[in-house]
């Protein structure tokens, strides 16, 4: 549990989905729909302003009754969220998470607070599924005589 989430980013895709901060509602919904996606940073000059999930589309955007075509980034987004750098471990990402109640985290540079990447909830899982399964498997051949 140790493992720095450095690790988990380096398995999945480079990409990380952005909007900026006077896109729209609209506009960022197409962003993570396209991209099969749960959220998106809001970037302003080229640094991070904010993130926006679909939990603040429902609860800022819907039951505020807001128009998303007409409502700006700006006035909707998590400003100044919660970040991690790359060293950060799975286990305090998982505290993050579970304290917090969220599951998407940008990653940021520790030196110059650039944007490395985002880490979700289910980036975590999967990672925890994997471990666990290999782990599972080195008891068995250990068991059945294999070292």
Known sequence: MNTPIAVLLSRKSSGVFSVAVTASVADAVRVMNLHKVGSVVVMQSG??????TERDVLTRVVASGRA???TSMVNVMTRDPLTVTPQTSVEVVMRLFTDHRCRHLP???????????IISIGDVTRWMVDE???EAEHLKQYIAGGF
């Open 47 to 52: 640094r991070l302003a904010g993130i926006f």
């Open 68 to 70: 998303p075509e007409f």
């Open 107 to 117: 990653v940021v540079d520790d030196e110059d607070g650039g944007l490395k990447g």
């Open 132 to 134: 666990n399964r290999a």
